[in-house]
């Protein structure tokens, strides 16, 4: 069984992110991470290839700050690592990513479950996912909070979806993509020799050409980035007992209409 798992670098949750000067969306000095909900999909990859006897591969999609995920990746334990990148190749672009997700799975042939994290938090979409799905023909199970049983020899997966309105079982054929939450598992951490070694990794570099896919044409296009207008907020302490503050509470309340 292969296992591919989906990850990209994303600036660190505490970073102050803006609009610069040159119009670009810029973190500072932050560092980047793995995107936060990544490192689910990463750990249940490794388990699942171990469960079945197979190999878990990564893909990032991007410029080279994605090699440091695909770094932790390795040193996680993932057997191997990748990373499209082309100049015609714009991630932000949903069905533009899914495009390429899905020629590298197809390329890589012998792949049974695609894993990725519930989002990503740089983007605050999942679009992209179901798109790559569509893409490859495969059944997507989203927001997988446990995989119950995998049937390598049927060829089946049974998973628990957490939903709004509570808990679903459902049972699909392979090869599939799911979209897994962080209730799923704990991840690990890279090892020490895990570290040193991936650090040493030749991570291989595939363009469009490499996967024999043409994008389709854009349908939107970012015309510009711009910093959120700076809110003019004032704070007012309300003294008193606890009756008192909340009878004055009330009452400004009113006054701005907000009851």
Same mark, same amino acid.
């Given at each position: ?37 990544? *490192?689910?999909? %990463? #750990?249940? &990859?490794? +388990?699942q290839a171990k469960n079945a006897g197979g190999k878990a ?25 990748i990373r499209i990148e082309d100049a015609a190749l714009d ?21 049974s479950l695609v894993i990725c994290g519930k989002e990503s ?38 998973? *628990?979806?957490? %939903? #709004?309105? &509570?808990? +679903? ?91």
């Open positions: 069984m292969h296992v591919v798992v989906f990850t990209r670098s994303t600036p660190d949750t505490a970073a102050k992110v803006e609009v610069g000067a040159n119009g670009k969306v810029t973190w500072g000095d932050a560092a980047t991470v793995v995107n936060p909900w990544d *490192e689910y999909a %990463l #750990e249940e &990859g490794i +388990q591969t990564v893909i990032a999609m991007g410029a080279e700050m994605h090699n440091e995920a695909l770094k932790h990746s390795l040193a996680m334990g993932l057997d191997a690592a991630t932000n672009d949903g069905l533009a990513y899914a495009t390429a997700a899905a020629a590298a799975v197809q390329k890589l042939g012998d792949v938090v740089d983007v605050g979409t999942d679009q992209h996912l179901y798109q790559m799905a569509r893409k490859l023909g495969w059944t997507l199970l989203a927001y997988v909070s446990k995989i119950l049983e995998v049937d390598y020899a049927a060829g089946t997966i049974k998973v *628990e979806r957490l %939903l #709004e309105q &509570g808990k +679903q079982i459902v049972t699909s054929k392979l090869p599939a993509v799911i979209t897994v939450m962080k209730d799923i598992n704990e991840p690990r951490y890279p090892s020490f020799i895990g570290i040193r070694k991936a650090s040493k990794a030749e991570i291989p570099v595939w363009s469009l050409a490499d996967l024999g896919v043409t994008l389709p044409a854009a349908h939107t296009r970012v015309v510009a980035f711009k910093n959120l207008p700076v809110r003019d907020t004032q704070v007012e302490m309300i003294e008193g007992t606890p009756e008192e503050q909340a009878a004055t509470l009330a009452d400004r309340l009113l006054q701005e209409k907000v009851l």
